[in-house]
């Protein structure tokens, strides 16, 4: 398996520009994370996905940001209009949770970075 | 999900076995220890996790005290490519969620 997949790796815009970045799970995953990272705040949990619905997008800064599962091999994370505190490195992870599988290792995509201007 | 305290920072010469603790005192019993690191530049990787036994795999090992308040990970042999910042996590997967504290960096010096 190829792992974890993210597009762009990276991704340099204007302030006021709209910017959507790209996931591809683990085939077979079923959770599907969305990760900021920052010098500042550090790892955080932006929003997560269980059999492609939303579970807890508690992380989700504001509303300029939205979060896609349309299907089980694909993620979006969209940022509309970007402004030059967006600016991170963003990672999707996916993992496999079941019911008898009561732990949750999450594979971690390279990242993306974006830099907004 | 409970929160876990780690030293900032750690030193560990190569070779040498590294000792990372975390304390997680307010763990409750349907929570698992996970231990995560990332490298520069890299998205983290999964390291190791347990609930209440040791458990070693061939990273790492992971022993828990019997009251579950803290742990500790143990890399046997540290080599330079270790250096890392590691992440000790608690977490109550029933619904996979993880949270992420600001980990501990440990240097690997030759």
């Known amino acids: 398996d190829a792992g974890v997949i993210q597009s762009p790796r990276h991704e340099v815009t204007e302030m006021g520009q709209e910017v959507t970045l790209r996931c591809k799970p683990i085939s077979g995953h079923n959770s599907l994370f969305w990760y900021r990272q920052t010098m500042m705040r550090g790892l955080e949990l932006l929003i997560y996905?269980?059999?492609?619905?939303?579970?807890?997008d508690s992380g989700m800064p504001e509303d300029r940001f939205s979060a896609k599962m349309p299907n089980a091999s694909f993620s979006t994370l969209k940022i509309q209009p970007s402004e030059p505190r967006d600016s991170a490195v963003y990672f999707c992870?996916?993992?496999?949770?079941?019911?008898?599988?009561?732990?949750?290792?999450?594979?971690f995509g390279p990242g993306t970075r974006l830099t907004v201007l | 999900d409970a929160k876990t305290t780690q030293p900032p920072s750690m030193d560990c010469a190569e070779g040498r076995a590294a000792n990372l603790p975390c304390n997680h005192s307010?763990?409750?019993?349907?929570?698992?220890v996970y231990w995560y690191r990332q490298i520069h530049s890299q998205g983290p990787q999964y390291i190791i996790h347990g609930l209440k036994n040791n458990e070693t795999n061939e990273m790492a090992s992971l022993i828990i005290t019997e009251d579950r308040k803290s742990s500790t990970l143990i890399l046997p042999h540290a080599t330079l490519r270790d250096t890392a910042v590691y992440y000790c996590?608690?977490?109550?997967?029933?619904?996979?969620?993880?949270?992420f504290g600001d980990g501990t960096t440990l240097t690997v010096k030759p």
């Open positions: 996905f269980n059999n492609n619905v939303p579970i807890d």
């Open positions: 996590i608690v977490s109550n997967t029933n619904a996979g969620k993880s949270t």
């Open positions: 992870a996916s993992s496999f949770w079941g019911a008898r599988e009561r732990y949750n290792e999450q594979f």
């Open positions: 307010t763990i409750s019993g349907n929570e698992y």
